[in-house]
């Protein structure tokens, strides 16, 4: 019988590094209908001059949805996934519970990292080896950091989605879009390099076994379990990272369409069905993720929305205080800034001070540096937008040129997608179609991979196709729409 005439519900976790979300997927009137059952915050922690995560909240934040999906859902549900965002890992102590809070990726202790690992592995090597952007934000920079600090490299770890699978479910693996982002796959391949461990001594063992993008890991465990929608409710390692999971629930076909993922970070890029690792591609630093269903995400990391979040820390602390929709609608009427800043320079990564960082870029341009005055304020926030999309451009452009690409259709999905200013300058600049995705599409993929999962039954080997994923898709992202617009109409 198939997952579609049993009925049961799905529910997808998406952890951010801002915001969570718990959905519900069920089938009334045998229509797929998806709802946000638990939003929760998250942030990083200063602990003794380092950033870290909570781990403990997210999964409690996790379960807190998780029962509020069974409250929702008395015909039960078939599966649960979780994505989130890439890099960071929990290292676990013989009983399975964190060995400490696990580090938050934009914590400076990498900055030593990566020189250093460099000097033994050289960056072209590297990107060789892996296809991966030198980017030290990489848990390969953040392994070779523990190091550094003399911590147990030999106690096992886990990135931080498959971490929260494990604990539903008890099976410690390493989803393959998600491993792919660690910066320790080799290339082409689902295995993780034994050159890159053995030359920089760190331990293969403690690293988890690799699996298929929509494996199916087994029950759900745990007292949760006991609960009785939760009867034999599978876990699936769908797209465990987020980026991956949002492209699968973009509803194209054909081969003349890139990407933007839009949010704390923006992710700029296209679909290969084989990595490109060109000198090109590597002198522009691209990246070849693990992509849903076999293919690869052929993209560089823009800073995102999480710098602006930054500005408005800081007008914060001095009493200043702007809606986002506000300071949006300011910005419209607004010229083009007399010149744009790098927002990806290496210090606007770095939390605290994101003005102060802003003058000083400015000041290099010979610009006037902005105060800390209420009338600036869209100012600042109209460079941060115009900055993004000229950058949006110069990727794409690059793209074009290195993949060969005959683009003419933009997606963008995510938080972003709702900033019309930044998608009009998007548009203008680029030249591309602009085709607006649903906010919610990490969601959608993360759902379109499980039901593909639960409808093939190869798939907890060779991981859910690429086909099945895509018409799933098309009909969650069809219902979404229609939602939204019964909503606005009711």
Same mark, same amino acid.
């Given at each position: 019988?198939?997952?579609?005439?049993?009925?049961?519900?799905?529910?997808?976790?998406?952890?951010?590094?801002?915001?969570?979300?718990?959905?519900?997927?069920?089938?009334?009137?045998?229509?797929?209908?998806?709802?946000?059952?638990?939003?929760?915050?998250?942030?990083?922690?200063?602990?003794?001059?380092?950033?870290?995560?909570?781990?403990?909240?997210?999964?409690?934040?996790?379960?807190?949805?998780?029962?509020?999906?069974?409250?929702?859902?008395?015909?039960?549900?078939?599966?649960?996934?979780?994505?989130?965002?890439?890099?960071?890992?929990?290292?676990?102590?013989?009983?399975?519970?964190?060995?400490?809070?696990?580090?938050?990726?934009?914590?400076?202790?990498?900055?030593?990292?990566?020189?250093?690992?460099?000097?033994?592995?050289?960056?072209?090597?590297?990107?060789?080896?892996?296809?991966?952007?030198?980017?030290?934000?990489?848990?390969?920079?953040?392994?070779?950091?523990?190091?550094?600090?003399?911590?147990?490299?030999?106690?096992?770890?886990?990135?931080?989605?498959?971490?929260?699978?494990?604990?539903?479910?008890?099976?410690?693996?390493?989803?393959?879009?998600?491993?792919?982002?660690?910066?320790?796959?080799?290339?082409?391949?689902?295995?993780?390099?034994?050159?890159?461990?053995?030359?920089?001594?760190?331990?293969?063992?403690?690293?988890?076994?690799?699996?298929?993008?929509?494996?199916?890991?087994?029950?759900?465990?745990?007292?949760?379990?006991?609960?009785?929608?939760?009867?034999?409710?599978?876990?699936?390692?769908?797209?465990?990272?987020?980026?991956?999971?949002?492209?699968?629930?973009?509803?194209?076909?054909?081969?003349?369409?890139?990407?933007?993922?839009?949010?704390?970070?923006?992710?700029?890029?296209?679909?290969?069905?084989?990595?490109?690792?060109?000198?090109?591609?590597?002198?522009?630093?691209?990246?070849?993720?693990?992509?849903?269903?076999?293919?690869?995400?052929?993209?560089?990391?823009?800073?995102?929305?999480?710098?602006?979040?930054?500005?408005?820390?800081?007008?914060?602390?001095?009493?200043?205080?702007?809606?986002?929709?506000?300071?949006?609608?300011?910005?419209?009427?607004?010229?083009?800034?007399?010149?744009?800043?790098?927002?990806?320079?290496?210090?606007?990564? %770095?939390?605290?001070?994101?003005?102060?960082?802003? $003058? &000083?870029? !400015?000041? +290099? =341009?010979?610009?006037?540096?902005?105060?800390? *005055?209420?009338?600036?304020?869209?100012?600042?926030?109209?460079?941060?937008?115009?900055?993004?999309?000229?950058?949006?451009?110069?990727?794409?452009?690059?793209?074009?040129?290195?993949?060969?690409?005959?683009?003419?259709? %933009?997606?963008?999905?995510?938080?972003?997608?709702? $900033? &019309?200013? !930044?998608? +009009? =300058?998007?548009?203008?600049?680029?030249?591309? *179609?602009?085709?607006?995705?649903?906010?919610?599409?990490?969601?959608?993929?993360?759902?379109?991979?499980?039901?593909?999962?639960?409808?093939?039954?190869?798939?907890?080997?060779?991981?859910?196709?690429?086909?099945?994923?895509?018409?799933?898709?098309?009909?969650?992202?069809?219902?979404?729409?229609?939602?939204?617009?019964?909503?606005?109409?009711?």
């Amino acid at each position: 019988m198939t997952l579609e005439a049993k009925r049961k519900a799905l529910v997808a976790v998406d952890l951010g590094a801002q915001s969570c979300r718990v959905s519900l997927l069920r089938w009334p009137q045998d229509l797929p209908e998806i709802e946000i059952v638990h939003r929760f915050a998250n942030s990083p922690l200063t602990r003794n001059d380092s950033l870290r995560w909570d781990v403990a909240a997210l999964f409690e934040g996790v379960l807190h949805g998780l029962r509020l999906c069974a409250q929702r859902a008395p015909e039960g549900v078939a599966s649960i996934a979780v994505d989130g965002w890439a890099v960071d890992y929990v290292r676990l102590q013989a009983d399975g519970t964190p060995a400490a809070l696990p580090f938050c990726y934009r914590d400076p202790r990498t900055e030593r990292a990566e020189r250093e690992v460099h000097a033994i592995l050289p960056s072209e090597k590297l990107y060789a080896l892996t296809g991966i952007q030198i980017l030290r934000i990489n848990s390969l920079y953040q392994l070779y950091a523990d190091k550094l600090a003399g911590e147990d490299i030999h106690l096992p770890w886990l990135n931080l989605p498959e971490y929260i699978t494990y604990r539903l479910c008890g099976k410690r693996v390493a989803e393959f879009t998600n491993a792919t982002h660690t910066g320790l796959v080799r290339l082409g391949t689902h295995s993780w390099c034994q050159e890159i461990f053995e030359t920089l001594a760190l331990d293969l063992h403690a690293a988890p076994q690799i699996v298929p993008c929509g494996s199916l890991l087994g029950p759900l465990t745990g007292e949760i379990s006991g609960t009785p929608e939760f009867h034999n409710t599978q876990v699936i390692a769908a797209a465990c990272h987020d980026t991956a999971a949002a492209i699968a629930g973009i509803p194209a076909c054909g081969d003349d369409w890139a990407f933007i993922s839009s949010g704390t970070w923006s992710m700029v890029g296209t679909v290969l069905d084989a990595p490109c690792v060109t000198l090109e591609a590597q002198a522009n630093n691209f990246t070849n993720l693990g992509c849903a269903g076999g293919k690869f995400c052929f993209l560089k990391n823009v800073n995102g929305m999480w710098l602006l979040r930054q500005c408005m820390d800081d007008w914060e602390q001095h009493g200043l205080r702007w809606p986002l929709q506000e300071l949006l609608s300011s910005c419209t009427s607004l010229p083009v800034p007399a010149a744009l800043i790098d927002i990806d320079d290496p210090q606007l990564m %770095l939390p605290g001070n994101a003005i102060s960082k802003i $003058n &000083t870029q !400015l000041a +290099r =341009l010979g610009q006037p540096a902005f105060a800390f *005055e209420n009338h600036q304020i869209p100012q600042i926030a109209n460079l941060i937008f115009h900055s993004m999309a000229a950058r949006y451009a110069e990727v794409l452009n690059s793209i074009r040129r290195i993949a060969g690409k005959q683009l003419k259709r %933009l997606f963008i999905v995510g938080g972003g997608s709702q $900033n &019309t200013l !930044l998608n +009009r =300058l998007t548009a203008d600049l680029t030249g591309l *179609e602009v085709v607006l995705g649903s906010v919610e599409s990490t969601t959608i993929g993360n759902l379109a991979i499980q039901l593909a999962t639960l409808d093939d039954h190869s798939a907890p080997a060779q991981g859910a196709s690429a086909d099945a994923i895509a018409e799933w898709a098309k009909r969650l992202a069809a219902c979404a729409v229609k939602q939204s617009n019964d909503r606005e109409t009711s």
